[in-house]
């Protein structure tokens, strides 16, 4: 069964710093792994999606890295601001039907 | 354009009543699914579709029944409302066909369900 772990669980960081959060998967035989965003009370927002081919994609102020082998994807946020502040959560698609598996999130808080 | 819309947002039932939670979409996505949060636990999968007319469990199923009888909607039905089903339901759908998409999915702003 596909085990998603994500570290830190909480982040407090000062405005302007770069930051990584990091995702890892137990099965590495995935199809795509996906970063999403979630205000409080709110809906997931889609970021990042990374096809089991490639090694990164880049939004913006984003970058998400993909290593399969070793089960690993990093989320990379450059010059934080305040409007980060939110839960980012990784989810990744192993077997058929679209399905995702989620990890817990970790919690993003920067401050002015 | 209105993606995936969910209704209603905010919901309290007493344990033993059923309901029926809404989820549409207009993107003319095949895949749907079915998601509850639970603090600590994350998003887990109750239900999902890849086409009208073809449904599967997920992770979760028990106490809740889908169907598909069109590509825009997907209603979650809880059959006898338990304590336990307290949860934020949220519905995501994407476009695709076969086993996956490689498609960014995109979810309703979920409903908030407390069953007393």
């Known amino acids: 069964k596909q085990e998603v772990t994500q570290i830190p669980a909480a982040l407090s960081v000062p405005e302007g710093e770069n930051l990584v959060l990091n995702c890892s998967f137990t099965d590495s035989a995935i199809y795509n792994l996906q970063w999403f965003r979630q205000d409080p009370g709110k809906g997931l927002t889609s970021l990042l999606l990374i096809q089991s081919s490639q090694r990164e994609q880049t939004s913006g102020r984003l970058n998400a890295s993909l290593d399969k082998s070793s089960g690993r994807s990093t989320l990379y946020i450059a010059a934080s601001q305040p409007g980060d502040s939110a839960t980012y959560l990784c989810a990744v698609i192993t077997g058929g039907g679209n399905k995702l598996t989620f990890g817990t999130g970790t919690q993003l808080k920067v401050e002015l | 354009n209105a993606g995936v819309t969910q209704t209603p947002k905010f919901q309290v039932l007493k344990t033993g009543q059923s309901m029926t939670l809404q989820c549409a979409q207009d993107m003319n996505h095949e895949y749907m699914s079915w998601y509850r949060q639970d603090p600590g636990m994350g998003l887990r999968l109750i239900h999902y579709s890849v086409g009208a007319g073809i449904t599967d469990q997920g992770e979760v199923p028990n106490g809740y029944n889908v169907s598909r009888s069109t590509t825009e909607d997907f209603p979650l039905r809880l059959l006898s409302a338990a304590p336990s089903q307290t949860s934020v339901y949220f519905c995501?759908?994407?476009?695709?066909?076969?086993?996956?998409?490689?498609?960014?999915?995109?979810f309703g702003d979920g409903t908030r369900l407390s069953i007393l």
């Open positions: 995501a759908s994407s476009p695709g066909t076969g086993g996956y998409s490689n498609q960014p999915q995109h």
